[in-house]
């Protein structure tokens, strides 16, 4: 996911409390979903998390993490309770810098709204 997904708009966390949404039917609900499922909780250093919803359709709570974890936690990669499809994020490091995937684990196919489409692995 990408980073200013999760770190913007920190102060509305608290008008994101709404009942569950259902699965998204396209990429529209899918951004409305994930903006309101996105959550960062806890006061400082070492107690800050970071509620990613699910990267195919946005459940709430695909990751729970530290700030401060984010990379691990990324890298172990997750499965979603809503739609079964799990992922894991391919971090390589080289001279050109660090790049940056998110690859999918498990799960049906991703719907065809969803766009840019996530690799497939086998684990
Ligand atoms: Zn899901």
């Not at 529209?28 to 499922?37: D, I, S, T």
């Not at 990751?63 to 079964?84: I, R, W």
Request: hydrophobic residues 35%.
């Amino acid at each position: 996911m990408h980073h200013e997904l999760y770190l913007a708009d920190v102060t509305a966390t608290k008008d994101r409390m709404g009942a569950p949404t259902p699965e998204p039917r396209n990429a529209a609900e899918y951004l409305r979903r994930f903006n309101a499922n996105e959550k960062i909780d806890g006061f400082g250093i070492g107690n800050v998390h970071i509620h990613m919803p699910c990267p195919f359709c946005a459940a709430p709570e695909f990751m729970v993490f530290e700030v401060l974890q984010t990379e691990q936690a990324m890298m172990k990669g997750a499965t979603c309770k809503e739609c079964g499809r799990g992922a894991r994020a391919q971090i390589r490091k080289d001279a050109a810098g660090t790049s940056f995937e998110i690859l999918q684990t498990a799960g049906p196919d991703q719907p065809e709204w969803l766009t840019p489409k996530m690799r497939r692995i086998q684990t």
